[in-house]
């Protein structure tokens, strides 16, 4: 029998981790779209039989139906939308990939509506399999919004000393999160104006635009030092899957 605090949730979400339980169960955690990052419960996943095979598997977007206890969640069922093959293909974008879950597990909170992370994320695989973007420009983009989204935007608007908007140079603080022009001094990465202005747009800029710009391979460059860097510092760790994707490139 059910408990009367269980409740019956109809959602859609990204799998970013799959832990086999058992020789037909999963153990799966999941970015929905209103419940956060969750950890669930899925009987006979393993069944090649059973629709929640593919459903659940990693990097398979979903519909799914959830159970919520007062300290769990079972998957009842699981229908895939998205599958993402085309991951598949490529190691780099694979690995690209499975690095964006290790963020999202790391930053999406849990109970909460979550619809701007998924879209985030699911905009980004789509550009990976469909190689219509770099992966070296995807990847500051989703490490800089995620960031911002959950709390930790840096303050781009303006030199944190004496307000300047533009200089030729800008230093990047990274324990600050906020820059300094060549004037005030400060230590932190150079960022030329190309790189800075890609930083100002991926935080400040409407979400249907966040992707649309390119850049050189020296400001890209930039971009990339600095956005890592910055990711590192809130997360007071480098995930595995950052450096397995950096052996790559």
């Given amino acids: 029998m059910r408990r009367k605090d269980s409740v019956q949730?109809?959602?859609q979400g990204l799998v970013?981790?799959?832990?086999?339980?058992?020789?037909?169960?999963k153990l799966v955690t999941v970015l929905t779209r209103d419940e956060g990052v969750?950890?669930?419960?899925?009987?006979?996943?393993?069944?090649?039989?059973?629709?929640?095979?593919?459903?659940?598997?990693?990097?398979?977007?979903?519909?799914?139906?959830l159970y919520k206890g007062r300290d769990k969640y079972i998957v009842n069922d699981a229908f895939p939308i998205e599958v993402f093959f085309g991951l598949r293909?490529?190691?780099?974008?694979?690995a690209l990939g499975q690095y964006f879950c290790a963020l999202s597990a790391e930053l999406v909170p849990e109970g909460v509506e979550?619809?701007?992370?998924?879209?985030?994320?699911?905009?980004?695989?789509?550009?990976?399999?469909?190689?219509?973007?770099?992966?070296?420009?995807?990847?500051?983009?989703?490490e800089l919004r995620m960031l911002s989204i959950s709390g930790f935007m840096p303050d781009l608007i303006g030199c944190a000393r004496c307000g300047a908007y533009e200089a030729e140079t800008m230093v990047f603080?990274?324990?600050?999160?906020?820059?300094?022009?060549?004037?005030?001094?400060?230590?932190?990465?150079?960022l030329s104006m190309?790189?800075?202005?890609?930083?100002?747009?991926?935080?400040?800029?409407?979400?249907?635009?966040i992707f649309s710009f390119s850049l050189?391979?020296?400001?890209?460059?930039?971009?990339?030092?600095a956005a890592e860097a910055y990711t590192v510092q809130v997360l007071q760790k480098r995930p595995q899957t950052l450096d397995f994707y950096n052996s790559l490139t």
């Fill in 38 to 65: 969750v950890r669930a419960f899925a009987r006979r996943a393993k069944n090649l039989k059973d629709s929640k095979n593919s459903a659940t598997g990693l990097l398979c977007y979903s519909r799914l139906n």
């Fill in 114 to 142: 979550s619809g701007e992370y998924l879209r985030l994320v699911l905009n980004a695989l789509h550009f990976l399999c469909e190689g219509k973007k770099p992966p070296a420009l995807l990847k500051p983009i989703v």
């Fill in 16 to 25: 970013i981790r799959e832990q086999p339980v058992g020789e037909s169960d």
């Fill in 9 to 11: 949730v109809k959602t």
């Fill in 173 to 190: 603080q990274v324990q600050e999160g906020n820059i300094r022009c060549k004037d005030c001094g400060g230590k932190g990465l150079p």
């Fill in 216 to 225: 050189s391979e020296a400001a890209g460059k930039e971009l990339s030092r």
């Fill in 89 to 94: 293909k490529d190691i780099t974008a694979l």
């Fill in 194 to 209: 190309g790189a800075l202005t890609a930083m100002r747009h991926i935080v400040y800029s409407d979400f249907a635009k």
